[in-house]
């Protein structure tokens, strides 16, 4: 069963291990996320089957400007052993729901425009494309900005979804075993 907690600083080195099977030399830091939970110790989560941490989430809550509070995904990603599996819904609708109950009403994210899987992920559950950046990840690598208005997400979408993503790894254990 997909538990999410709160990061400890003790999850570093499997967090790095994920980090760098999912992204390579495009890798955060040790540093980079350590920054992050200093300037908000709430907002890095991890995921934790019965083997250990699976994945992770980090969430940053922006100042409202302009009448508006933003806020949105830095970086997530699930082990490779166990994607697939409805961890990296989970973890979305777990950082949702934190950026729901922090005011933010509207939630962005940047992924490659070639990750094809993560963008359908993702407009499953509300983002919607605003626009390409150019060069994004790296020389001729475009990114994808996508935003969600989270006025419009109904109540207790995370607590729901995140029922739903483990009864369907479960399921997949079920029918892996």
Request: with cysteine; glycine share 10%; proline share 3%.
């Amino acid at each position: 069963m997909v538990t999410i907690r709160r990061f400890r600083v003790s999850d570093l080195p499997r967090v790095l291990q994920i980090e760098r099977a999912s992204f390579g030399p495009d890798s955060y830091s040790a540093s980079t996320f350590m920054a992050h939970v200093f300037r908000d110790r709430k907002g890095l989560f991890v995921a934790t089957e019965e083997d250990g941490i699976v994945g992770y989430a980090l969430v940053r809550v922006g100042l409202g400007w302009i009448g508006m509070k933003r806020g949105g995904i830095t970086s997530i990603a699930v082990a490779p052993a166990y994607r697939r599996k409805g961890i990296g819904r989970a973890l979305i609708l777990h950082s949702l729901e934190y950026l729901r109950e922090h005011g933010v009403d509207e939630a962005d994210l940047e992924v490659n425009v070639t990750n094809l899987a993560a963008q359908s992920l993702y407009e499953s559950l509300g983002f919607r494309r605003s626009r390409i950046l150019p060069d994004y990840y790296g020389e001729n690598r475009d990114g994808m900005k996508m935003v969600l208005d989270m006025r419009e997400l109904p109540a207790g979408l995370g607590e729901r979804r995140r029922e739903g993503a483990e009864a369907q790894a479960e399921r997949q254990r079920s029918c892996d075993g």
